[in-house]
């Protein structure tokens, strides 16, 4: 083959090199695309399956509840056994030195005393070692004393029925520290029927989402304004699934039989023009009651119909202001 052919069979095999190239760029290219078509449909997913967790969350609140506390047992618990010290790593370390036996090769090369000093040494710093775990030990026990004596205080004074009592166990437990989706703060107070009387304050607007996120048939995400009417629907079961997940934590904590609930949210005063904190739900729950219903099943604003309450909704305008429960109902319960 001339220098000619030779050219052409490069210039060929260049051009093919080439061709081979582009594909490969066009197949990447196009893998590339499907790649962050997969990130786009997998973060859409994603959105999608938030969205509907916490709304599935915040109508729920009410399917959960802390363990009952038996203050019985906690009456008649005894103190913490205070700790000793055994000094086992001094024991430990004597036997090591006693069961030392100089051998030939010790008593040669004249090892004997620097290996039954450095037998002392552990012996010194075994004693620190137990001295050590066991100031530990005591800081430990002492807080324990400190944390029984208190619960046993609570106990026998919740068990005498104080109001006062009731107040501190709530707040010594604290039932509600772990739940975000619980209001944005909460009260406790007694009646003069030393009954306990709890004012949640939820706010609309920080919990239910103002828009709604769904998949298209393509994959993609769909935002859209949620309408008034679920709004207001879902707000209605989150504020009558706290209600009941407060008289069930107050239940868990205090044995009560009755507890006063009531739900203060920021409405619009037409006279005044101004956003004012009124009572939106107040329920007067009964034990018995609540322990009869099926929570897992129950829908938690219809749930309301089965206690003494007070409530104003209408799903196109929500929620209106209403009285709170009256104390002298409690009574009746």
Partial sequence: MGWKGTIRSVGAAVRAAERDAKRRQKELDRQYKQYEKMQELEQAKYEVEVYENHIDVIQSMHKECSKPVDWNTIAE????????NKKENEKKAQLEADRYKPGLVDRLFWRVEKKRACFA?????????????????IACWEEKVEYWKKSVDIANALLEGTGKAKIEAVEYIQPFSEISNLGSRLSIAVNEDNNLEVTIHVHSADIVPSEMKSLLKNGKLSVKKMPKGKFNEIYQDYVCSCTLRIANEIFSVIP?????????????????????????????ISCSTLESLNLETIDPSDSMSNFIHNMSFKKTKGFEAVPRVNIEVLERV
């Fill in 77 to 84: 618990s005894k103190q913490p056994l205070k700790p000793e």
């Fill in 256 to 284: 009560d039989k009755v507890v006063a609930v009531t739900a203060v949210d920021e409405l619009l005063n037409s006279k005044t023009g101004h956003l004012e904190e009124s009572p939106i739900l107040s329920a007067v």
């Fill in 121 to 137: 040494e552990n012996v010194l710093r075994a004693v620190e070692a137990d001295n050590s775990e066991f100031r530990e030990n």
